[in-house]
Structure formats: C-alpha cells, structure tokens
C-alpha cells in the first residue's frame, strides 16, 4: 500500500524522486519522506502529510546526492507520526531502508536487536530491517549479500529498498508478495514499486520475481534469486504514456479517468483472438469454475457469473479474494480460477491465487496493469488496456473489465467477436452528459447520512457498484442490494425523503423493479431512477442510453461514479485520495 521510489544517477536525484513520489502518493498518503547520501552523509527528511504539504516544510526537493530513495505510507504498524515515517535509519545511521509490506515477526526480531543494543526511534515493523541489514552489513561489508541475509530473517511482506551510507554508487532492494521493479535510464537506475514512478525517465523496465534481491549503480543491474544464484533478465519496454499519468486539464485524476471512459471501453475491447480463445476453453473445459477478486473487481466478477451460468450454463462460484481459502473444498486438477485485478497487486488476489494454484486449479487472469504480480503468476492473462488508473476509486477499471468479461463469455458461447464497442463507445459518451442532473442531486442529498442502491438481476452488482462509490468517496453511508431483498430488513430504514437509487433498464426486470420503487416511494423514498426508460414513480430521473442487456451496467456505472465523484467534491473531501484507503491493497 505504500510507494516506493529508488534511484542511483550520475545527477543530484531529489527533483527526480520528489517527482516519482508524488506520481506514487495514490498508494499511501499520510506520511511521506526521501533519504539521500551526499559525499559519505546520509540525510533523511520524512513527516506527516501529502507530498506537497511535506515538501512545504521539509523542502526534501533540496537535498544534495545523486542516490537517493523516497516513501510514500499507508500506515499499518505504528500512528501516523514524523517518526513513524519512511525512510527508517540504522542506529548508527548507516543504512536506511524504505518499506512496503508487514514484517510479521517484527516483535521478537525487535527483541533480539534491543538486546544486542540497538536503539530504536520509531514504533513501525519496517525498522528492524534497517538494524538487522546494519549487523549484516559490518559482517559482509557487501551491500547485497547484507541485504540478503537480513530479509532471509523477515517473515510477511517486503518490497525494501535499501540505501548504505558509505556506498553513495549503490542501492539494494529485495522484494517477496510485494512489488518492486526496476527502471533501466541513461545513467540512472531505479527501484519502485510501480512504472508510474520512474514513466518520465524510462520505459524500460526489469520486473523482479518473487524472493529475488537486486543491487543498482547507475548503469548496472545485478539480481539474485532465492538460491543466491545470479539472475540475468533483459529489461521490457512499457507502453504507458507520460500523458496518461497527468490530470490533464481535469480537476482530478478520478474525473479524468471517468471521462477517459469511452476511448477506455474500445481498447478494452481489442484483444488477441487466440487468447481470448485459450481462456474461452479453459473455461468450458473446466471440472469447475470460480471467479475471485476484491472491491470493484469483485463486482465484475459477479456480472461475468452471471452471463456464465444464465447463457452459457457454466456453473461458478464467485467469491471475494480474501474468502477464496475457506472455499477450496470442491476446487482441485481440472479448476479454473479466474482473477480479477485492475492492480494485479491486490494481497488477497494474491493468495486466493497461491491457493486456487496449491489445490491443483489454473489461474486465468483479467489485469490492467501489465507485468503486475497476479499477472506473472497467472496460466492466461488479458489485459484491460485502460492506462493507469491512478485515482484510488476504480472507475474505468471496472467498465474496462466488463467489457473484456464479456469478449471472454461470448467467446465461451462460441459467437462471433460482437461489433457493438463503437456504439458502446458513443453510449458511454452519451452517459457522460448527465452532470447537470448528478449536480442537482448533490444539492439536495449532500447532507443525508444514508443512501441506498438496488437493481435486479444482471444490475444487482452495479447496485453494490454504486454504493462502494459513493461510501469511498463521499464518506455517505451507503447500502447496495438486490431490490427483492428490501422487504426482507432494509425498508425499515426508509423514511421521508431518504434518497434511494434503482438501477432499472428496460428488460425482464423492468416491472418488478417498478414494483419495488412503488413500495419504496410508499415509504417516503425519494426515487432516483437510471434507466433507458423513464417512469412517474421516480423523484428524479438519469437516462441511460439503451445498449445491447449485456452492456448496460457500463453505461449505468457512468453516472454512479460522477455521483460519487461531485458528492465527495461537494462534502470537500479528495475524491483522488479518500479517508483511510489506497489504490493498491498490497496488505492482507
Ligand atoms: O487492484 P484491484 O482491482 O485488485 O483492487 C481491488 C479493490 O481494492 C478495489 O477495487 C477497491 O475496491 C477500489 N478502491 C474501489 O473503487
């Protein structure tokens, strides 16, 4: 959850990492701190905050060295303190580590280093591996074999980055269940924990297995596996564009990314037949069938079940990623898993799919971000081709993923690549221009402790969709269901003017929709309908475009994010970096 940034450069790196830092933020964002070495000094500068605010007080973008690192955290294991803050110090301030991930053994490691006399400053897990690389390093007096031989005593989750006070050339890092990457620049080397980080300097990029180390200089990469063994990997050219990674002229990442929306559904939408073919297979194949995600993935997830059993008759059982575990019982040889992930990153993901793997299943994954973890340890990967979403809502992410859920059902169904994505394109276009009506309804419902979303059938999950937006960006208590579940608790909390959206597209559905929005307009509901088809029982209305039924949840997820958007505006929270959450949950 936290972000990493590393480089060794001919040139002084603060400018460089302060840069880095704040395109890393989106994964933790309350404390922040660079460390450099200048001649045989090593200098540390961290406190609590944003980037800005830090930078504000610490003037980090000042500090000399042309090897340095850089923390963005999401705290887990001690407050939100300046002390608590990355970088982390030896005692005797020789080395200084940067962290991403739980040390779970941290205690009795701390234990062990008080007893030899090391002093500790600050109440974090992370610090024991500064003390415990500064034992080996007096030992070894080799920075890598120093950095090895300390994480060999870690138990967790570590992406480190380690820095040596006397070796201003050189910068380690080891990484296990964490992400940590390397950029391959013209003179300058980097770490991080993503492309973002380094995506203005280079596009080159090592990305490290799991259990591997690696030392940098500012043109050399040297990796070693668990064995010790030298590892030898020819970096890979990313395609991210600088200009993906800017706000461009829009207020907010999460606002851009919205917008970005009905360019982001055609590339979602171009995807190599025969891989979609392999995934198409497998699934038929398959002795039984599971989908496993988290958060907006897991949502995805649900309306690709739903397609594989209503249309293609295919049991699956979908279940959220960190639950996977305790639903193995049924899964073994001849399984498929299919993984959801916008991160490819995501802690539980990741174990779901190290389980599904150790009860003899096959990982199908759907990712966007390319070279990720889930991406590398999956059988078949298809990628959702949106760019980086930076912004910690997912929003184009999810309709990316229905768009390629749906190219993976239909080739399960055996029909022919559907030619509907230009139309679906100019549907999302068209769901955009709601903002007048979304603006009107922050006006009036902005103050209301509670909203309540329901849908039946194919929408129930943008129901959850919608209410998982609206709670993580606007701080509003939000429920979504299946509207046949209201009768059954909810409507006990519906009084006069509790605003309740009903997702209800022409279909099926549509008249016990109607229904349900007439008991709840009996109530007191005020009744928010989208839909493709209007109707008197709603308080107000967002039409959707009619789309093919397949396709309607993407162009209804449209004005639920923009409502979940402008209400966090409007509440002046910042809907790029919600209360408490982060973009990659690289905790479990
Ligand atoms: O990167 P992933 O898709 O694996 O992330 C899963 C969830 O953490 C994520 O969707 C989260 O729920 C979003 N913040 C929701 O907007």
């Not at 171009?270 to 398959?286: G, N, P, S, T």
């Not at 049924?330 to 009860?359: C, I, N, P, R």
Request: neutral net charge.
């Amino acid at each position: 959850m936290c972000g990493i940034i590393g480089c060794v450069a001919e040139e002084p790196v603060a400018d460089i990492l302060l840069e880095g830092l704040k395109r890393v933020e989106y994964r933790g964002y309350d404390s922040a701190g660079m460390a450099t070495i200048s001649g045989r000094r090593l200098g540390v500068r961290k406190g609590v905050g944003r980037v800005s605010e830090i930078e504000e007080r610490k003037k980090m973008s000042e500090m000399s060295g042309s090897t340095g690192m850089a923390h963005t955290r999401w705290a887990t294991h001690g407050g939100v303190t300046d002390e608590n803050a990355h970088p982390h110090a030896s005692c005797r301030e020789t080395v200084a580590v940067i962290h991403n991930g739980i040390i779970e053994n941290y205690i009795p490691l701390k234990k062990g280093l008080q007893a030899k006399g090391h002093r500790f400053k600050s109440e974090t897990d992370t610090e024991v591996i500064s003390h415990l690389v500064e034992d080996e390093y007096k030992r070894t007096k080799d920075p890598l074999k120093a950095t090895v031989a300390a994480v060999k005593k870690l138990k967790g989750q570590y992406a480190i980055v380690v820095l040596f006070q006397d070796r201003s050339d050189v910068m380690t890092g080891a990484r296990k269940d964490a992400p940590l990457i390397v950029g391959v620049g013209k003179n300058k080397t980097f770490l991080a924990s993503d492309v973002l980080a380094f995506i203005g300097q280079t596009d080159r990029t090592i990305f490290l297995d799991n259990l591997e180390a690696v030392e940098i200089t500012k043109d050399r990469v040297k990796i070693v596996g668990p064995d010790g063994k030298a590892v030898s990997r020819e970096p890979t050219q990313v395609a991210w564009e600088l200009s993906d990674v800017s706000k461009s002229a829009f207020a907010h990442y999460t606002l851009k990314e919205i917008n970005e929306q009905p360019k982001t559904v055609l590339s979602a939408s171009v995807q190599d037949k025969a891989k979609v073919e392999r995934f198409a297979q497998a699934i038929r194949k398959a002795k039984s069938v599971y989908i496993t995600a988290s958060g907006t993935s897991y949502h995805a997830g649900l309306l690709m079940k739903f397609r594989l059993n209503k249309e293609a008759k295919i049991r699956t059982d979908v279940v959220v990623a960190g639950e996977l575990k305790e639903h193995t019982e049924f899964m073994g040889d001849g399984s498929v898993v299919v993984a959801f992930s916008q991160s490819g990153e995501t802690a539980d993901v990741m174990e779901a799919v190290k389980e599904a793997k150790k009860h003899g299943a096959k990982v199908y994954s759907i990712v966007n971000a390319v070279g990720s973890s889930l991406a590398r340890e999956s059988d078949e990967v298809l990628l959702l081709n949106c760019g980086p979403e930076v912004g910690v809502a997912a929003t184009k992410s999810f309709t990316s993923q229905v768009v390629v859920a749906n190219i993976v059902v239909d080739a399960v169904l055996g029909k022919k690549r559907s030619n509907g994505y230009k139309e679906l394109s100019e549907a999302v276009a068209e769901a955009l221009k709601c903002e007048a009506e979304v603006l009107e309804l922050v006006r009036l419902y902005m103050g209301r402790p509670d909203f309540y979303f329901v849908a039946r059938g194919y929408e129930s999950p943008v129901a959850l969709e919608g209410a998982l937006k609206l709670k993580e960006l606007s701080y509003i208590h939000a429920e979504g269901m299946p509207a046949s579940e209201l009768k059954h608790g909810t409507l006990a909390l519906i009084e006069d003017g509790t605003p309740v959206v009903i997702i209800n597209p022409s279909g099926p559905n549509h008249a016990e929709s109607l229904s349900n929005a007439e008991e709840l307009k009996a109530r007191g509901a005020d009744l928010i309908g989208i839909s493709d088809e209007e109707d008197e029982v709603y308080k107000h209305f967002i039409h959707v475009p009619k789309v093919q039924p397949k396709f309607a949840p993407i162009v209804e997820a449209v004005p639920l994010q923009l409502l979940a958007y402008h209400m966090s505006v409007a509440r002046s929270n910042n809907p790029d970096y919600p209360r408490n959450l982060a973009k990659s949950v690289t905790v479990k």
